[in-house]
Every structure is written in structure tokens, then in C-alpha cells.
């Protein structure tokens, strides 16, 4: 499947990219899970297990993902799937920690991607006072380090679609496809809360203040019409 090309350059507001975003992916992520499931599962299984073995380890020890080992553990975990263009976790305090694939050229949260980069570390303080801190680190294959961004925060997880929907479903979870903050590309998140009330399989009804959070995996669309390409015969 193409994925259509949309010029996204003009203004509109981030409800009506969710909007479009919703109303040009699902369709695709539909057929592709009801004609190509086994293709799908190949690509969405192994993302299931990261974020369950993620939020069981955050779970158990709920402040280490916010450590410098922490995100190591998360570029780690980007390393394992091909197709997953981010692995994250937002806390319920409004603290975020990821590490993203990223394309020189583009941009992620708005900060242009220099060259030779290949990750970018985006570590997200909640406020101290009046204003967050947001620093965003862009590393080469070999893990060097190529520039800092630091500035106020403007990033809030708990307002992104997956941190809510996976709260409300209690759950690992499979959002619906909606605008990336970080690429602005379409996609959608395999996610899980953790927390000292449990791992992974909590019940249904969670709700925000009982977890310390969500981890999650992305992956975009294109990269599942890419998958389903490939291994069409």
C-alpha cells in the first residue's frame, strides 16, 4: 500500500492533524492487520514484547528509566527493532525520556537533525518552579555525541494520545494511528503503563497517579506499507 502524500506544511491546528491523521491511516492499518496479518503480527509482536519486558523492569524499579541508565536501556531496546522508529516513557509528573531514529535534514521537536546523526536522547524535567527543562542530545552510529539542544520544555506527555489511551485501557495497548511529536509523521504506539501497583497486565481502569507512567514503542505507517511491500509475493 502508498501512503498518500500531503503537503503538511500549511497551518492548521494539531486537532485537525490528529483528524487527518486518523481518517488517512486507519484505513491502511485496518486492511493491512485483516489481509496481511501474519506480515503485521511479524512487525507489531516483537514490539508487544519490548514495551511488556520495558514496563516490567519499570515497574519493578519505577524511577530507573529516568536515569542515565535508563535511557542507555532505551536506546538498547531502539537496537532490537528495525522498524521502530522511537522507544520512550512518560511519567506521570510530566517527566519524559526517549530515544528516537532520526534522519539528517529533518527535524524532531523542531530541532533540525545535524549531519552524520542517526539518534536523537530527548530528556524532558518537569518544572521546577515556573519552567521544565527539554535537552535534546543527536548521536552518530557510533553512539558520539554530535550536539545539545537544551531549552524550556514544551513537551508534556501526558497530554500525547498514547498516554491517555493506554491509562484508559489499563493495559499494553495498541493506539490508534495519529501525528508524531517528535517527526510529525503518521503512526501509532505500542505502549504499557508501569508502576509500584503492578506490571504490565493491570487491570482495567488505571487511571492517572496509580502508575508512574507509560512506556512505548512507534512505529510509522509507511513503515508498515514498507513491511507488507517487501514481503509481497
Known amino acids: 500500500y502508498e501512503i498518500p502524500k500531503r503537503d503538511w506544511s500549511s497551518d492548521v491546528c494539531s ?19 485483516h489481509e496481511a496479518g501474519a ?36 536506546g538498547d531496546v531502539l537496537a532490537y527493532g528495525d522498524s521502530v522508529t522511537g522507544v520512550f516513557a512518560g511519567f506521570a509528573d510530566g517527566a519524559f525520556r526517549g530515544v528516537f531514529r532520526v534522519v539528517p535534514g529533518s527535524a524532531i521537536q523542531g530541532v533540525a537533525v545535524p549531519a552524520n546523526a542517526v539518534q536523537a536522547r530527548i530528556v524532558v524535567d518537569p518544572p521546577v518552579g515556573s519552567n521544565g527543562r527539554r535537552e535534546i542530545v543527536f548521536t552518530d552510529g557510533s553512539g558520539r555525541p554530535l550536539g545539545t539542544q537544551a531549552m524550556v520544555a514544551e513537551f508534556d506527555p501526558r497530554t500525547r494520545p498514547w498516554f491517555a489511551s493506554t491509562l ?16 510529525n509523521e503518521i503512526g501509532l504506539t505500542v505502549a504499557a503503563p508501569f508502576g509500584t501497583s503492578g506490571a504490565p497486565g493491570m ?19 509507511a513503515a508498515i506499507s514498507r513491511q507488507m511491500a517487501e514481503r509481497r509475493v
Not at 506480515?39 to 509482536?45: K, Q
Not at 520495558?54 to 515497574?59: M, N, R
Request: glycine share 12%; aromatic share 4%.
Open 203 to 221: 487491570g482495567a481502569g488505571v487511571v492517572a497517579g496509580v502508575v508512574a507512567g507509560v512506556v512505548g514503542a512507534d512505529v510509522t505507517v
Open 15 to 33: 486537532s485537525d492533524l490528529e483528524r487527518v491523521a486518523r481518517q488517512t491511516a486507519s484505513g491502511l492499518v485496518e486492511r493491512s492487520l
Open 168 to 183: 484508559a485501557a489499563g493495559g499494553l495497548h495498541i493506539s490508534d494511528p495519529y501525528v508524531f511529536a517528535s517527526s
Open 39 to 74: 506480515l503485521t503480527r511479524e512487525l507489531i509482536d516483537p514490539m508487544r514484547t519490548m514495551v511488556r519486558a520495558a514496563a516490567g523492569l519499570a515497574s519493578a524499579q519505577t524511577t530507573f528509566l529516568q536515569s542515565a541508565e535508563g535511557l542507555a536501556y532505551l
